[in-house]
C-alpha cells in the first residue's frame, strides 16, 4: 500500500534552516513528479515545490530563492532544503506526488515552526 513518511521538522528561529525528508513506498516513485506542500494554521493546503522525474524545479513564489527540492531515486526519497526559513513558513510539510495520488493518501507530515 502507499506509504508516505515525512520527517525532519522542527522549531528554529527565524533566519534558520531545516532539511525536510520524504520517504515513498507503494508508488512507481522514479517515473513520478514529486512535490511538498504545506498546510498552515486555519489556511488550505498549498503547494510549495514540485520535481519531475526528470529533475526540473518549480516553486511558489512565496519560498523561490530559499528553499530546494531534490529526490533520490535510488531511496524513494525527496528532499527539501528550507533556508532563510520566516514566521509565515509555519506549517505541517507533506509529501506527495503532482498531482496528488488519488485516492486520498497522505502520511504524517512533519511539523515546521518559525519564530521570530
Known amino acids: 500500500q502507499v506509504q508516505l513518511v515525512e520527517s525532519g521538522g522542527g522549531l528554529v528561529q527565524a533566519g534558520g534552516s531545516l532539511r525536510l525528508s520524504c520517504v515513498a513506498s507503494?508508488?512507481?516513485?522514479?517515473?513520478?513528479?514529486m512535490a511538498w506542500y504545506r498546510q498552515a494554521p486555519g489556511k488550505q493546503r498549498e503547494l510549495v515545490a514540485i520535481?519531475?522525474?526528470?529533475?526540473?524545479?518549480n516553486y511558489a513564489n512565496s519560498v523561490k530563492g530559499r528553499f530546494t527540492i531534490s529526490r533520490d531515486n535510488a531511496k524513494n526519497t525527496v528532499y527539501l532544503q528550507t533556508n532563510s526559513l520566516k514566521p509565515e513558513d509555519t506549517g505541517v510539510y507533506y509529501c506527495?506526488?503532482?498531482?496528488?495520488?488519488?485516492?486520498?493518501?497522505w502520511g504524517q507530515g512533519t511539523q515546521v515552526t518559525v519564530s521570530s
Open positions: 507503494g508508488i512507481i516513485f522514479n517515473i513520478n513528479t
Open positions: 520535481i519531475t522525474s526528470g529533475g526540473n524545479r
Open positions: 506527495n506526488t503532482c498531482p496528488e495520488i488519488s485516492g486520498g493518501y
